[in-house]
């Protein structure tokens, strides 16, 4: 599965990947039970457009997780890291407060 979205509003981060390592650790977290890749694609992509962008991971993680930049949501946090093209990350995975990784 492949799910992209696209940014512009901020000057480094103009395209997020989720990684299927990411989608499959979503889809647990938020407890998606629904067949097939549409509805967890939907919940992905609506959770990676409203997400903040910033370098500092969420003030809850207890993990030693290091990431250049994070997409935060509200009890949500997506570690990123660059790829080759500027402007694109990849989310490596989904991180919900409150539970282990």
């Known amino acids: 599965?492949?799910?992209r979205v696209a940014r512009?509003?901020?000057?480094?981060v103009h395209e997020v990947i989720a990684s299927q390592h990411c989608v499959e650790?979503?889809?647990k977290r938020l407890?998606?039970?629904?067949p097939g890749v549409e509805e967890v694609a939907e919940q992905l992509h609506l959770a990676l457009q409203e997400?903040?962008?910033?370098?500092?991971?969420p003030t809850w993680l207890s993990s030693t997780?290091?990431?250049e930049m994070w997409a935060l949501l509200d009890d949500l946090a997506f570690p990123l890291t660059p790829t080759p093209q500027r402007g694109r990350?990849?989310?490596k995975t989904?991180?919900?407060k409150g539970m282990a990784k």
Do not use: N, Y
């Open 31 to 34: 407890g998606i039970k629904t």
């Open 8 to 12: 512009e509003d901020h000057p480094e």
């Open 94 to 96: 989904c991180l919900v």
């Open 25 to 27: 650790r979503f889809r």
């Open 65 to 67: 997780q290091d990431s």
């Open 1 to 3: 599965m492949h799910i």
């Open 51 to 57: 997400a903040d962008f910033t370098r500092w991971p």
């Open 89 to 91: 990350w990849l989310a």
